[in-house]
């Protein structure tokens, strides 16, 4: 089983979306919560597994949970969660940003 780290951003992510489901259900917030880190730790179990999105950004990897998709990459022995995002959104745009934002 692959290590699993967060980036920030994926911190963050994770952050805001706890946040949002809060508005209308604290409990229902922490178990989504609990439930996309379940899924983060699950992709440890076999990382090369999941779909490759090299089409938004190099070595990028996904997996899908309900209405959200988790983003990482494989590195040495880590699977680093890159995103969490809701898959409504403007996905290769956010991603586009934040390979801008990197190369700073």
Do not use: W
Not at 27 to 49: D, H, S, T, W, Y
Not at 55 to 76: C, H, K, T, W
């Amino acid at each position: 089983m692959a290590k699993i780290g967060f980036s920030p951003k994926s911190r963050q992510d994770l952050l805001d979306i706890g946040d949002y489901i809060a508005k209308d259900n604290r409990a229902n917030a922490r178990r989504f919560v609990a439930k996309l880190m379940e899924q983060c730790q699950r992709i440890g179990n076999a990382p090369m597994g999941y779909v490759s999105r090299d089409d938004l950004a190099q070595g990028l990897r996904m997996a899908a949970l309900e209405r959200y998709v988790i983003f990482f990459r494989v590195i040495d022995n880590t699977v680093r969660i890159e995103r969490v995002l809701h898959g409504a959104r403007n996905l290769p745009a956010i991603l586009e940003r934040d390979g801008e934002d990197s190369a700073d």
